[in-house]
């Protein structure tokens, strides 16, 4: 390698800052993505969709419950503080 060479290159290396952005690819990004690409579905997620899909149908459930009609909602709330206190008394 020649003087004119080895210039170039210690040239071209200072100027892409050491290397390091072509480094830190090698090293840590490409081997992060290849590791969420083999992960994508994993039981994990599984898990937290089920949950999402029970939440889901309590939800569609509970919502049917509601027709505006405050005075079943005032019945609702007495006959459940009723079966409350009576369960809490009995116990």
């Known amino acids: 390698m020649t003087d004119t060479e080895l210039g170039s290159a210690v040239h ?30 994993d039981f994990v997620d599984a898990i937290y969709s089920g949950i999402a899909a029970v939440v889901r149908l309590f939800y569609l459930g509970t919502a049917a419950t509601q027709n505006g009609r405050l005075r079943w909602y005032a019945a609702g709330v007495a006959a459940g503080a009723t079966i409350l206190i009576g369960i809490v008394l009995f116990l």
Request: no cysteine; aromatic share 24%.
């Open 12 to 41: 071209r290396l200072w100027f892409s800052d050491w290397a390091f952005d072509w480094l830190y690819d090698r090293v840590f990004v490409r081997p992060t993505v290849a590791l969420a690409r083999l992960n994508r579905s």
